[in-house]
Every structure is written in C-alpha cells, then in structure tokens.
C-alpha cells in the first residue's frame, strides 16, 4: 500500500479522550456526552465568524451579477451541500439553478454510499466543466477531514475558470493547506466515535451552511425584517405561512389576506408592496424589479414620493 496517505494525525480522525469508554456507556450517558460535545459546534461558529462574513457578502455580489452558488463534497459532506441547495427554491423561491449541490457518485450516492468515488480529482473537475462554472459563480467544496481529493480536483478548476472559490473544513490549515478566496475552518475537534464526521462535524458544517446560504438571501433581498416573503406558495403548510405574513404585516384579515395574495399571483412579497403603495400588480412588479426584488427599497422610494406608510 505505497500509496495510502497516513490520515491518523488529521483532527477528524483523532482519539477523543472524552469517549474512550463509549461502549460502556448507558443510554442516557450517551445522550449527555453527544450534548457536552455538540456545544464545541457554537464555538467553532463563533471562531469562523469573520470567513462567514466574508463567505456572506462574496456570493451575495455574485449572485446580485447573476453567478450561481454552488457546494460541492462527497459522502456526508456531499448530502449536506445537495440538502441546503434543495431548501433554497421553497424557501426563498429561487430557481433551482441558483445554489446547486454537487455530490460525488451523482443522485445515487445521495442514498447509497459511494465513499470511493470521493478518491478522483478528475471527477471533481469534470463537473466543473460539466455546469460551465464561470467568474460570476461561486464555488463551496466542503470536506471535514479537508483531503477529499474530488472536492480539490473541483475547486482547482473553479479557481482556473476564475470562479471564486470557497473551502469549508474541519482540520486546521496546518494539517491541510487549500488555495482558496475564503477559508473556513471549523475546528470541533475529535468525533466521539472516532472518525465518523458525520457527527460533530457534519452539525457544525450544516450549521455554516444555514448561516450562508440564508445571509446570502437576507442581503438579496428574500427577507423583510426577519419574515420569508419570497416563500414559495406550493402546499398547504406554506400557503397558510403566507397568509400569516400579510395578516401579521398589514392588519388585513385572513380572508383579505388570501384575496390580496391571490391578486398578487400567490406571491407574499408583491402583494405587500401592493397594499402598502397601491399599485396594480404589473406596476408593483416593476417597481420590485427596479430595485432588484429588494420589498424595503422599493417601499421606501415609492415613500419617499408619496408620503406612503409601511410597517
């Protein structure tokens, strides 16, 4: 075996001290080491606060250009950037090709496991090439023990199409090294059972992947205050969400709600920006679109020339 790397120093493959007798443990000891080690994940957030940041406001511009986001792994890592990429469409109603997740053995591997298609960097390049990623894009590859080689074969050849280019890890930079734009480390330390980064590492990687993909959206404008107006309206559950938002922002009752989002064509943030300026619908989308989908903006000009009160 020439050629098998040792990964024994990586801090994801690491001994926990804390779990050396897990197998004795009882049930209810096993679920208060979980939760004692699960609040390294607050921790490491906190640590990677200033990379998020900047992880926030560099896909944000390029989405605003018209990039694309998109996260790219294997194995859990993989599953969890497809997951996040998933909820973006009936969350903030954006067309599925805007935040795309990439994983490693395709749709299969999302269900059955194809950890050894995570071995070949070409394959990580080839889907690069496969969605003509471009400057305007940006590219996450997310890996917890930070040598999966598919997702450096991928961002090495987003970053020579000049996409910007994203690393989320769970080992410090002195054990793996990635040129990237933005580097995220999220260091919670030793899973309990060792090497299974499912765990720890994959809580703290969903948690970052939360925190982008919704601070992206909050700074594109799906958000208004902290209510999901661009919320898709595409079953019963959503429909009454959207129903509550006009009720809770405009004072309208239910019935007038539905009337009003229906005039709209179902969508939350249009039938706001009706009510609150008057505006048929065309003129109201227009106006949205002017301020590209941003509800704040286009109340606060539609005020500032009709003296026009919003909430």
Known sequence: MKNLQERGHLLTEQINPNSQ?????????????????????????????????????????????????????????????????AECPPTFCTPPELVQGIIAGGAGALVRSSEE????????????????????????????????????????????????????????????????????????????????????????????????????MVKLGKVYGNRMVDVAVTNKKLHDRALRILHDLTGLSREEAAFLLERSGRSVKLALLMHWTGLEREQAQHLLDTHQGNLRAAVASCQEQNSVKYV
């Open 21 to 85: 007798n897990l197998d004795q443990l009882s049930a209810l000891e096993l679920v208060d080491l979980f939760n004692q080690e699960d609040v390294k994940t607050i921790h490491a957030i906190a640590a990677a606060r200033e990379q998020l940041a900047c992880a926030i406001e560099r896909t944000a511009e390029a989405l605003r250009r018209g990039g694309r986001l998109f996260y790219i792994g294997a194995g859990t890592s993989g599953r969890l950037g497809v997951l996040d990429a």
């Open 117 to 216: 298609l995570e071995d070949k960097a070409e394959d990580g390049a080839e889907a690069i090439a496969h969605r003509h990623i471009n400057s305007l894009d940006v590219v996450v590859g997310i890996t917890a023990g930070g040598t999966t080689p598919y997702v450096h074969g991928a961002l090495q050849a987003a970053k020579a199409r000049g996409a910007t280019t994203i690393l989320i890890a769970c080992v410090p930079v002195e054990q793996v090294s990635s040129e990237v734009d933005i580097d995220i480390r999220l260091l919670v330390g030793p899973e309990i059972l060792a090497g299974s980064t499912r765990l720890k590492a994959g809580t703290v990687t969903k948690m970052a992947l939360n925190i982008l993909s919704t601070g992206v």
